[in-house]
């Protein structure tokens, strides 16, 4: 009986255990505009919209070293939001003294996408409000060009936990491009 009883234990903790990693891997889908990102881990949707954000997804360390970092999804519709250039200086005027900066301009299936790393002191804070020098911060974007309106991709977090999160950035980013 014993031996019954350890070999249902032992079989329903490998089956756990094989069943565990599908589960982790679950993704979700957030809609901004015209474009349907896929949000799978490390990335989790947080079902947290605002004013002016679709979506907002948080990364979580899967080595548990780095803090989580938000992304938030924009899209302001048709003939809102500013050309790709107006946004990517806007964004680089979010940071203090010299930036460095990792432009890509791709085109895929005819979809024009930027993608942005931008890295120095970084200005926290609300948009009109007092903000906070964050020293060895970044900036991962993504920008989609649609007629009907551009969407967004924008996450900030400490330099090391942006490097650390840019390839699931990239992968999340660019989801509505895969066939």
Same mark, same amino acid.
């Given at each position: 009986?014993?031996?019954?009883?350890?070999?249902?234990?032992?079989? !329903?903790?490998?089956?756990?255990?094989?069943? !565990?990693?599908?589960?982790?891997?679950?993704?979700?889908?957030?809609?901004?505009?015209?474009?349907?990102?896929?949000?799978?881990?490390? $990335?989790? /949707?947080?079902?947290?919209?605002? %004013?002016?954000?679709?979506?907002?997804?948080? $990364?979580?360390?899967?080595?548990?070293?780095?803090?989580?970092?938000?992304?938030?999804?924009?899209?302001?519709?048709?003939?809102?939001?500013?050309?790709?250039?107006?946004?990517?200086?806007? $964004?680089?005027?979010?940071?203090?003294?010299?930036?460095?900066? /990792?432009?890509?301009?791709?085109?895929?299936?005819?979809?024009?996408?930027?993608?942005?790393?931008?890295?120095?002191?970084?200005? /926290?804070?609300?948009?009109?409000?007092?903000?906070?020098?964050?020293?060895?911060? +970044?900036?991962?974007?993504?920008?989609?060009? !649609?007629?009907?309106?551009?969407?967004?991709?924008? +996450?900030?977090? %400490?330099?090391? +936990?942006?490097?650390?999160?840019? +390839?699931?950035?990239?992968?999340?980013?660019?989801? %509505?491009?895969?066939?």
């Amino acid at each position: 009986m014993k031996s019954e009883i350890l070999s249902l234990i032992l079989g !329903s903790v490998f089956f756990l255990s094989i069943l !565990s990693p599908a589960i982790a891997q679950e993704a979700t889908k957030i809609q901004a505009g015209d474009f349907e990102f896929t949000v799978a881990s490390p $990335w989790k /949707d947080k079902n947290a919209p605002r %004013p002016m954000v679709k979506a907002v997804a948080v $990364w979580t360390d899967p080595d548990g070293v780095h803090e989580p970092i938000n992304c938030a999804f924009y899209h302001f519709g048709e003939g809102q939001g500013g050309t790709v250039r107006a946004n990517v200086d806007r $964004w680089k005027g979010q940071f203090q003294g010299a930036v460095e900066e /990792d432009a890509e301009q791709l085109v895929i299936d005819g979809q024009k996408i930027t993608l942005l790393h931008l890295r120095g002191t970084y200005m /926290d804070g609300p948009m009109f409000g007092n903000k906070t020098p964050k020293k060895g911060y +970044a900036l991962l974007g993504a920008i989609f060009e !649609s007629p009907g309106g551009h969407v967004f991709l924008k +996450a900030t977090g %400490p330099g090391a +936990a942006i490097e650390a999160s840019k +390839a699931s950035f990239r992968k999340m980013a660019l989801s %509505p491009t895969e066939k």
